[in-house]
């Protein structure tokens, strides 16, 4: 089957991003990019800090709402189309419900072609790019290393603890059909 989409799930600050980056540069089609943080920079002021929609408490602790799933539907539906219509498509994601939110993808996907990419990067690693970036509740890196990949099944792997992005989307190039 081609593959369609290349669906990436990893915690915070694992390294996602630039990954999608590079394989936007390395791969010979063009790619285009989807990340679960331009869905949530896209919700309304009143879904933020709400528990209707995205909640982020002091320790990182992310929670989701009933409004907040609605949209991601929605969102998530759009994607596939786009898919469906003949865009090659990467999304970036953090599968804060690890196998749950796998199955809604498979659900939305259907016949569409995807890899399904773990990115993994050790904990006290992702929560020193946490510091770094200074753009996330602190915390939040380590609560998701291992949460989110719990149940998630991939055709492949990679970790960003010592590998560089380049590499890593050199490895994911080089599976997809």
Request: proline residues 2%.
């Amino acid at each position: 089957m081609t593959t369609r989409m290349i669906i990436l799930n990893g915690g915070s600050s694992s390294g996602k991003t630039g990954i999608v980056r590079c394989l936007q540069a390395v791969l010979p089609e063009p790619w285009l990019a989807f990340g679960v943080d331009s869905f949530v920079d896209a919700l309304p002021a009143r879904l933020q800090a709400s528990d209707a929609g995205l909640d982020i408490a002091a320790d990182g602790t992310v929670s989701v709402g009933t409004e907040f799933r609605t949209l991601e539907v929605a969102w998530t539906e759009g994607i596939v189309a786009m898919a469906r219509a003949g865009a090659r498509i990467v999304v970036d994601d953090v599968f804060l419900g690890g196998a749950a939110s796998q199955r809604r993808w498979q659900e939305a996907l259907g016949e569409v072609g995807v890899l399904w990419v773990g990115v993994r990067c050790d904990r006290a690693v992702a929560a020193g790019r946490e510091t770094a970036r200074g753009d996330r509740a602190l915390g939040m890196a380590a609560q998701q290393a291992d949460a989110v990949h719990e149940g998630v099944v991939y055709d492949l792997e990679v970790d960003t603890t010592h590998t560089e992005s380049l590499v890593c989307a050199h490895t994911i190039a080089a599976k997809v059909r």
